[in-house]
């Protein structure tokens, strides 16, 4: 199967056509809270792994609470720079990107069963049959990183592998961005592309699932701690509801959470959790702003 952006975006469009409904009177203060969800898998599986979540949301709420999945990072962005979406999932980077040209903040982070904390890892990896064992032997590679403002899968790794003396733009054989970290995961088990960026809980999920088999494969490298991706709603909510939507989000527990297994429960987060990611965007020399 080949991967490509084009394809992920076909396979999400759908789900974005019809126009996002409950905003009401006031865009301040919806009768149905729409949550974005970022393509992390594939967005029909997202739905309804998330729909779990959704339920006692609702329930908590006494409102309605809608799922969408965007075709990429930057339609989570837009569409609640826009006030279609009040409350969405996004990563790190792409949080700290939205922050500079949406009025959006950081409210709670998940922490999983599986992983027992509120952080984790970027990793490259490679199918043991590349050859591939360090960083220098990327060089002339086939490699694909997820999405331009993908935390693990993108930015993160380019930060260490200039660190290590490696130059992203001259050598690799040839660099794609597949859209999923799913993607990637199949891209490397089946040999389309020798080397990808991911990260380590999606891919433990990956095997999980039976999309890739981790004695094929080999981790040629491996990030330092990154703070676990942040719920966030937009700043002009109504303070009310936003009091009400954090203390529903921090009642939801042990249920499914998408493809990270069973959910321990949400812990409250701010904006400044997430200075780390603005120093890796330093050292990366990234204007934030323009990336949008």
Known sequence: ?????RSLLASTSMLLAPPLLGLGASAQT??????????SEDSRAMIANSQAMMDMLSKSLGMPVKPFVAADYNGVIEALRSKRLDVAYLGPFSYVMGTTVAPIEAFAVAETNKAGRAFYHALIVAHKDSGIKTVADLKGKTFAFVDPTSTSGHLFPKAGLMKEGFNTDKDFGRVIFSG??????????????????IADRILDAAIAKGLAKREDLVVVWKSDPIPESPTVWRKDLDPAL?????AAFLDVKDIPWSDQGML?????????????????????????????
Do not use: W
């Open 180 to 197: 999923s970290h799913d993607s990637n995961a199949v891209a490397v088990q089946n040999k389309k592309i020798e080397a990808v960026a």
């Open 30 to 39: 919806p009768n149905v809270l729409n949550v974005g969800l970022i393509p």
């Open 242 to 246: 936003k009091k009400r939507v954090q």
């Open 1 to 5: 199967m080949k991967f490509t952006r």
């Open 264 to 292: 321990n429960g949400f812990h409250p987060t701010n904006d400044k959790a997430y200075d780390i990611i603005r120093e890796t965007a330093k050292v990366l020399n990234l204007d934030l702003r323009a990336m949008k």
